[in-house]
């Protein structure tokens, strides 16, 4: 009976020590402005929700769904206001540059397209770098984050510019209870 605590104890200890290999992220992130100038002043508004695996306790890859909106602002006379919806998909990595007990920063990027087709209103593809700071333990079932970055915007329709644009983000990351 004594070598079966002994064992589980065991097992709760390395299970607490080590990472959760799946996670699931839920967020926001608010965009604004364009850094390369255009005729459009570009915020943009993104809900998301990613599904990762952590290969190492530093290194993860991820697959981000996102509903996006883009508010386009008309700086120039005749131009008007408006703003459009879509879809996107992508594929992302973190590093986590620095560890902590109780944070830390992970490095991001990440790629992707919009679901729309060329000849939509707004489809484009996408580049995404940033860091987020992850808040509480990394073994916990949750933890809270908050970001900055870039993401550089290649729009596909005609007619519309590409953007360069800062963010924030925050979210919370929930991290599967299986090890």
Not at 86 to 111: D, F, K, M, P
Request: aromatic content about 14%; some cysteine.
């Amino acid at each position: 009976m004594a070598t079966l605590l002994v064992a589980v104890g065991t097992l709760r200890a390395q299970s607490a020590s080590t990472p959760a290999k799946f996670h699931t992220e839920l967020g926001a992130s608010f965009g604004t402005g364009s850094l390369n100038g255009s005729d459009y002043h570009f915020t943009s508004r993104d809900l998301n929700v990613s599904f990762g695996y952590a290969f190492t306790p530093r290194f993860s890859a991820y697959i981000p769904l996102t509903l996006t909106t883009g508010l386009f602002r008309g700086d120039s006379p005749g131009l008007h206001s408006t703003y459009e919806n879509t879809g996107t998909v992508g594929v992302g990595a973190g590093w986590n540059a620095i560890q902590r007990s109780l944070w830390r920063l992970r490095i991001n990027g990440e790629a992707g397209c919009s679901l729309k087709s060329k000849t939509d209103p707004w489809s484009f593809y996408y580049y995404d770098a940033g860091a987020r700071l992850y808040l509480g333990e990394q073994n916990r079932f949750v933890n809270a984050y908050v970001g900055l970055g870039v993401k550089h915007i290649l729009t596909r329709t005609d007619g519309r510019s590409d953007y360069f644009t800062p963010y924030v983000s925050i979210g919370f990351r929930l991290n599967a209870l299986g090890r």
